[in-house]
T-cell receptor
Framework: DVKVTQSSRYLVKRTGEKVFLECVQDMDHENMFWYRQDPGLGLRLIYFSYDVKMKEKGDIPEGYSVSREKKERFSLILESASTNQTSMYLC?????????????FGSGTQLSVL | QKEVEQDPGPLSVPEGAIVSLNCTYSNSAFQYFMWYRQYSRKGPELLMYTYSSGNKEDGRFTAQVDKSSKYISLFIRDSQPSDSATYLCAMQETSGSRLTFGEGTQLTVNP
């Protein structure tokens, strides 16, 4: 079974802090994604990566950056955390864009910014 | 207006009931239609997917797509307490395009 592991289940940070959310997948998937999930808004795509060192903006990239130095690891960075970034963050991986494939999600990181 | 609309619920039903979950959408280019199930404190997992119109059945679950009405449904027969979860619809235009998710419907099946 594919495993997508997010390093923290819960995080509490202060406004202005730099925050790193880490995600690792163990199935050699090309593509990785960061979503945030908020009540009333559903899942929204922040960034995705289709290869090492490659990244594309999603629908809500403002205030975030990403890093993919190795194929298995995709990091989400909040350069200066703000209270409106309090949310559930979900990482996902996808084997291929060539045919229909399902997304594999991690269990999520609940981030609170105080 | 959101591209995909889904009633967030919450929906509470007795065990054994037939459950109907629905999404409407505005983008006529959507061709792949999915239902993800998300248990509490877990990430979503793909439950079913359908390409274009029609029905698909998998055990107690049936997915329906009506492209003429831009409406998709997930039916759960003989619902069980283990079906209690949030159900998210998701859609994409082609296999290589981004997914657009609905808000999710929170379902509770009471024993």
């Amino acid at each position: 079974d594919v495993k997508v592991t997010q390093s923290s289940r819960y995080l509490v940070k202060r406004t202005g802090e730099k925050v790193f959310l880490e995600c690792v997948q163990d199935m050699d998937h090309e593509n990785m994604f960061w979503y945030r999930q908020d009540p009333g808004l559903g899942l929204r795509l922040i960034y995705f990566s289709y290869d090492v060192k490659m990244k594309e903006k999603g629908d809500i990239p403002e205030g975030y950056s990403v890093s993919r130095e190795k194929k298995e690891r995709f990091s989400l960075i909040l350069e200066s955390a703000s209270t409106n970034q309090t949310s559930m963050y979900l990482c996902a991986s996808l084997p291929s864009w060539d045919r229909f494939e399902k997304l594999f999600f991690g269990s999520g990181t609940q981030l609170s910014v105080l | 207006q959101k591209e995909v609309e889904q009633d967030p619920g919450p929906l509470s039903v007795p065990e054994g009931a037939i459950v109907s979950l629905n999404c409407t959408y505005s983008n006529s280019a959507f061709q792949y239609f999915m239902w993800y199930r998300q248990y509490s404190r877990k990430g979503p997992e793909l439950l079913m997917y359908t390409y274009s119109s029609g029905n698909k059945e998998d055990g107690r679950f049936t997915a329906q797509v009506d492209k003429s009405s831009k409406y998709i449904s997930l039916f759960i027969r003989d619902s069980q307490p283990s079906d209690s979860a949030t159900y998210l619809c998701a859609m994409q235009e082609t296999s290589g395009s981004r997914l657009t998710f609905g808000e999710g419907t929170q379902l509770t099946v009471n024993p």
